[in-house]
């Protein structure tokens, strides 16, 4: 399929997807491009609230009651001492509800409302776009085993920044998304994620994504190919999405009273890097570039320079 029939097809989703910004003046341009993606591990944690196994919740209060060894605890339960301690062991070391010998506050909350307050530490992985660093939607996250692990030659693509600014916009964003993360498992009354320790890039891959400006709105944006459900259809449908907008863009789409609860939202500093990259892009609406389905996702793809570059000295950084 050639190139000008994918755009034409991913436009007009896109429209369909985000008519809101349409509204913003004329389409300037919509550029084919290979986004690069950083796939973080980030370190958080997490607090949850859970119904008390009647052992653990006994064990804690005879240990409130100044009971601390397995043979004190044995004498008045008679319970086996193997299981008295890995009841023990259970509450200082995964639950935190003791330590030094007392009952910490979050063991203290447990004791008085009988609900195991607990506090975990949890790592998952979440994607970022390497050009705005902005975190990617549940529904634009995309399968790894469909990643590039370069890009082409004869194909626009954004050198990927070395860091991503994890600042307090971010970790909220971190957060609302590794919320999404939350199962109802069995006997969990709630679960939220508490704090954001620490963010690392372990991989880098590229996407197939287009650099869009409207003519009213002051900044470009990315936006990526995802899939949502359709509750009614129960199939998967595909969506062009932004990844984030700028807050100049968001200012102005609220300003003519379009709906933005969908996007994500940054400062207008972090689309700076973007403009850059796109300043180098041939920004032809249309081209004769082809782009085959066989060739669309692939183990290997030889990384213009500039990339590979960066790409070995990210290697160098992460071993």
């Given at each position: 399929m050639a190139e000008a029939d994918y755009k034409?097809?991913?436009?007009?989703?896109?429209?369909?997807?985000?008519?809101?910004?349409?509204?913003?003046?004329k389409l300037k341009y919509m550029s084919l491009f290979y986004?690069?993606?950083?796939?973080?591990?980030?370190?958080?944690?997490?607090?949850?609230?859970?119904?008390?196994?009647?052992?653990?919740?006994?064990?804690?209060?005879?240990?409130?009651?100044?009971l601390h060894t397995t043979e004190a605890i044995n004498q008045v339960t008679s319970l086996d001492k193997k299981l008295i301690a890995k009841m023990i062991a259970l509450e200082e070391n995964a639950y935190k509800h003791i330590k030094e010998g007392k009952v910490t506050e979050l063991g203290r909350i447990s004791l008085n409302?009988?609900?195991?307050?607990v506090i975990y530490e949890v790592v998952k992985e979440i994607q970022f776009?390497?050009?705005?660093?902005?975190?990617?939607?549940?529904?634009l996250e995309q399968?790894?085993?469909?990643l590039f692990k370069g890009t082409v030659f004869k194909a626009d693509s954004a050198v990927p920044q070395r860091t991503i600014e994890v600042d307090e916009k971010v970790k909220n964003d971190i957060t609302e998304r590794l919320d999404q993360y939350k199962q109802p498992d069995i006997g969990i009354l709630d679960k939220n994620i508490k704090e954001i320790v620490d963010v690392k890039t372990s991989?880098?891959?590229?996407?197939?994504?287009?650099?869009?400006?409207?003519?009213k709105l002051k900044d470009p944006m990315i936006i990526l190919k995802g899939r949502i459900f359709n509750r009614e259809s129960k199939i998967p449908v595909?969506?062009?999405?932004?990844?984030?907008?700028?807050?100049?863009?968001y200012n102005y789409l609220k300003s003519i009273n379009c709906d933005t609860s969908s996007?994500?939202?940054?400062?207008?500093?972090?689309?700076?890097?973007?403009?850059?990259?796109i300043s180098r892009f041939n920004l032809d609406y249309e081209t004769n570039s082809e782009v085959n389905d066989e060739d669309e996702y692939t183990e290997e793809i030889e990384l213009r320079d500039d990339i590979n570059k960066y790409a070995i000295s990210l290697s160098d950084e992460l071993n």
């Open positions: 034409k097809e991913d436009l007009s989703n896109f429209q369909k997807c985000c008519p809101e910004l349409f509204k913003a003046g986004c690069p993606i950083s796939v973080a591990n980030v370190e958080a944690l997490e607090y949850t609230r859970a119904e008390f196994e009647s052992l653990e919740l006994l064990i804690l209060k005879l240990y409130d009651a100044g409302e009988k609900i195991n307050h776009d390497a050009v705005t660093g902005s975190i990617l939607r549940r529904e399968r790894e085993d469909k991989t880098l891959r590229f996407t197939r994504a287009y650099a869009v400006e409207f003519e595909i969506v062009w999405k932004p990844v984030s907008i700028s807050l100049s863009n996007y994500i939202v940054r400062d207008d500093i972090h689309f700076e890097y973007l403009k850059d990259e």
